[in-house]
Each structure stands twice: as structure tokens, then as C-alpha cells.
Nanobody, 125 residues
Framework: QVQLVESGGGLVQAGGSLRLSCAAS????????MGWFRQAPGKEREFVSA???????YYEDSVKGRFTIARDLAKNTVYLQIDNLKPEDTAVYYC???????????????????WGQGTQVTVSS
């Protein structure tokens, strides 16, 4: 079981960029599907992006072209680069992990069994 710690959130103006980090403990990081989700005030938590244990990347349609997920296996860290931030990106961003998860369910919130504490992203207009 891994433990996850997110960082990198903050207050930025629209059009700016942030890079969120999710540091994982444990020696089998490369065997996990890693997902990023977000939850805006009053809304359900939603899928944003994921990287499979084999390195394939996936994005929710509305963030394609602005969000980039990547991982550094040597640092046991997954990143979410967010460019051209919009006020509607304001949310708490969570990373999550699923050991040897299936690609078919990589965007399914309930599949992930390990979550970080979240990091707040606030975008001002």
C-alpha cells in the first residue's frame, strides 16, 4: 500500500500555470495506476487525468491540451502540469492510486483505494 502526499496548489490568476506533485511512499510505485481528480465546491469529485502503471496517459476531454500528467519513477512522484488556468479549474485536487489497475476503469473514482489529502487550486479572474 502506498501513501500519497500532494503539493503545489495555490492562488493564481487566470492564464497562469501550476504544477501539482503527488509523492508516493512504497517500493512498487511503478505498479500503480495514478489518477488526478478534483472537487469544486458543491460539486462531485471528478476525473481529470491518469497515468497507467505501464505509462499510458489519459485525460478528461475538457482539460486536454491544458493539463499534462507525468511521472518520475526515480522520485516516486506523479505530476500534473496545468497551463492556461481558468476560474472553473478552481477545486481541491486529489491524487489517487490503484495497484495494477485496469485501463478500462482508470477514470473510475471508486476503483482507487488510496488517496492523498488534496491540494487547493484557486484561479482568480
Amino acid at each position: 500500500q502506498v501513501q500519497l502526499v500532494e503539493s503545489g496548489g495555490g492562488l493564481v490568476q487566470a492564464g497562469g500555470s501550476l504544477r501539482l506533485s503527488c509523492a508516493a511512499s512504497g517500493r512498487t510505485f511503478s505498479s500503480y495506476n495514478m489518477g488526478w481528480f478534483r472537487q469544486a465546491p458543491g460539486k462531485e469529485r471528478e476525473f481529470v487525468s491518469a497515468i497507467s502503471w505501464s505509462g499510458s496517459t489519459y485525460y478528461e476531454d475538457s482539460v486536454k491540451g491544458r493539463f499534462t500528467i507525468a511521472r518520475d519513477l526515480a522520485k516516486n512522484t506523479v505530476y500534473l502540469q496545468i497551463d492556461n488556468l481558468k476560474p472553473e479549474d478552481t477545486a481541491v485536487y486529489y491524487c489517487a492510486a490503484k495497484y495494477r489497475g485496469r485501463i478500462a476503469t482508470i477514470a473510475t473514482i471508486t476503483i482507487y483505494d488510496t488517496w492523498g489529502q488534496g491540494t487547493q487550486v484557486t484561479v482568480s479572474s
